[in-house]
T-cell receptor
Framework: DQQVKQNSPSLSVQEGRISILNCDYT??????FLWYKKYPAEGPTFLIS?????DKNEDGRFTVFLNKSAKHLSLHIVPSQPGDSAVYFC???????????FGPGTRLSVLP | DTGVSQNPRHKITKRGQNVTFRCDPI?????LYWYRQTLGQGPEFLTY????????KSRLLSDRFSAERPKGSFSTLEIQRTEQGDSAMYLC?????????????FGSGTRLTVV
């Protein structure tokens, strides 16, 4: 059973517009969430995190929103740039755990 | 610091052979993790070290898999009697005192193909 789901395998967005990547989870014990970006032939790169005590965290063009009651989080990228084209993974951990459960990823294409 | 380094980048092996991968973490990071990623999936946790102690192992880590971090620096992951289902990208990551705020730093991975 997949505990972290990213139901959109791919997303295309025009340069300069907003990209919204969604993630749903089933385990109510998850209390910390990360977003990673991955380019081909490279390892995933950490983007932004959020703790369950918050509902929003912002870092530059990237904002993560957490809705605990819906077990849903989203990553907003504004404005989107062609260099943002990559696979984005959402990941979750529970109770100060050291390991994270990753979703299957969403491939974002930002069109010039 | 050049980040997390993994060698080799690619490995092709025949079914039944043993393979060993190496990971050199960021030097000041005391925690080291191994993940496996198959096509179309996110990384899956395999095991984690704090310094030289292996503190957690996933049920995915069958008895054919063994990982070591002998001096708390580099780590090796060995797969014995490889099977075609072992074909995957093996990712190593490291962190200082836990990944919860700033995540792990991943290496570029070792891609294993079992033929």
């Amino acid at each position: 059973d997949q505990q972290v789901k990213q139901n959109s395998p791919s997303l295309s967005v025009q340069e300069g517009r907003i990209s919204i990547l969604n993630c749903d989870y089933t385990n109510s014990m998850f209390d910390y969430f990360l977003w990673y970006k991955k380019y081909p032939a490279e390892g995933p790169t950490f983007l932004i995190s959020i703790s369950s005590i918050k509902d929003k965290n912002e870092d530059g063009r990237f904002t993560v929103f957490l809705n605990k009651s819906a077990k849903h989080l989203s990553l907003h990228i504004v404005p989107s740039q062609p260099g943002d084209s990559a696979v984005y993974f959402c990941a979750a951990s529970e109770d100060y755990g050291q390991n994270f459960v990753f979703g299957p990823g969403t491939r974002l294409s930002v069109l010039p | 610091d050049t980040g997390v380094s993994q060698n080799p980048r690619h490995k092709i092996t025949k079914r039944g052979q043993n393979v060993t991968f190496r990971c050199d973490p960021i030097s000041e990071h005391n925690r080291l993790y191994w993940y496996r990623q198959t096509l179309g999936q996110g990384p899956e946790f395999l095991t984690y070290f704090q310094n030289e102690a292996q503190l957690e192992k996933s049920r995915l880590l069958s008895d054919r898999f063994s990982a070591e971090r002998p001096k708390g620096s580099f780590s090796t992951l060995e797969i014995q009697r490889t099977e075609q289902g072992d074909s995957a990208m093996y990712l190593c990551a490291s962190s200082l005192d836990g990944p919860r705020q700033y995540g792990y730093t991943f290496g570029s991975g070792t891609r294993l193909t079992v033929v």
